[in-house]
């Protein structure tokens, strides 16, 4: 069982999250590249229903928590990376479903999903210690349980990745694992997909249909909200994994020992569209719980 999304707190978040991208976003010095779009609109996009989000994968991650939560020596997890508040929701409902409380540490490059964890926080009772600092650099003097992280591996460099599982190894103690939900492309080739003009013009109108329909939870106009979607979408940069074994060799040649993987839709219903520039008809999931021996 996993706990519903709080729609009052999701539709508190969302002026809160915009307001806070516009004043402080991370933002590449060099090439002006930001995540102001991204964070700005997200968590609209998770009001009227437009995106592939943790809501459809919690399950996955609620399962494994709870197993490894009815060890009372595997309290610390580490939130690599997170749009918002989410995944801080589930591992915390997963713990305290089991009457535990878990030690979580979120570290993001950006202070916006920084600040709405600690803002989520403060509204359950849940303590969360945060740390901005770039993933592939981190370093932590105490070692994690677990690594938590979701849809994570696609807005990372292929070259990078690598690197990336290879902090997550390092950080984690012997017996840690990492659970890990991505996309992955097998039928695509290009190692970057950017939205098409055809398919940003698409997300525009998707966003503004469904905000429509959602006016009452919204404190902005749908077509406002469409114009965000469409400058977001222009941002959108998606480095894609392309077979199941690309993505396993990345935890494997990592060190760790894949004990579970799935792959397909792995919770998302036929009737849902697809988010992202990837062709919908190109794309599945895969779950992965990797070991570090």
């Not at 926080?121 to 600092?133: H, P, S």
């Not at 390092?170 to 017996?175: E, I, K, N, S, T």
């Not at 004990?259 to 919908?280: A, I, K, M, Y």
């Amino acid at each position: 069982m996993t706990e519903p999304v709080d729609r009052d707190l999701l539709i508190a978040s969302a002026p809160l999250a915009r307001a806070w991208a516009a004043e402080g976003c991370w933002r590449d010095g060099n090439s002006g590249a930001s995540c102001e779009a991204y964070h700005a609109i997200w968590q609209y996009l998770r009001i009227i229903g437009v995106v592939t989000t943790l809501d459809h994968h919690a399950h996955l991650y609620t399962e494994a928590l709870q197993r490894i939560a009815a060890d009372p020596l595997r309290r610390r997890v580490l939130l690599s990376g997170s749009a918002d508040y989410g995944l801080l929701a589930i591992v915390a409902a997963a713990f305290r479903q089991t009457g535990a409380e878990p030690a979580v540490t979120l570290v993001d490059r950006c202070e916006t999903p920084l600040k709405l964890a600690r803002w989520y926080g403060e509204k359950r009772g849940l303590k969360v210690e945060t740390r901005q600092a770039d993933l592939l650099t981190y370093e932590s003097e105490t070692r994690f349980d677990m690594v938590c992280v979701h849809s994570l591996l696609g807005l990372v460099r292929a070259e990078d990745r690598p690197l990336l599982t290879r902090r997550w190894h390092d950080l984690l103690r012997p017996g840690g694992r990492v659970l890990c939900i991505n996309a992955i492309s097998p039928a695509h080739h290009p190692a970057q997909v950017r939205y098409s003009a055809e398919r940003r013009a698409e997300h525009r109108r998707r966003v503004e249909e469904a905000a429509q329909g959602c006016r009452d939870s919204l404190d902005i106009a749908p077509e406002t909200l469409g114009e965000m979607a469409f400058t977001y979408s222009g941002t959108v940069v998606s480095n894609v994994i392309r077979s199941r074994a690309e993505i396993t060799a990345l935890f494997e040649d990592a060190g760790m020992v894949i004990e579970e993987q799935r792959f397909g839709r792995l919770g998302v219903d036929d009737s849902h569209h697809f988010s992202g520039p990837t062709p919908p008809e190109k794309r599945e999931y895969a779950w992965i719980v990797a070991r570090r021996p």
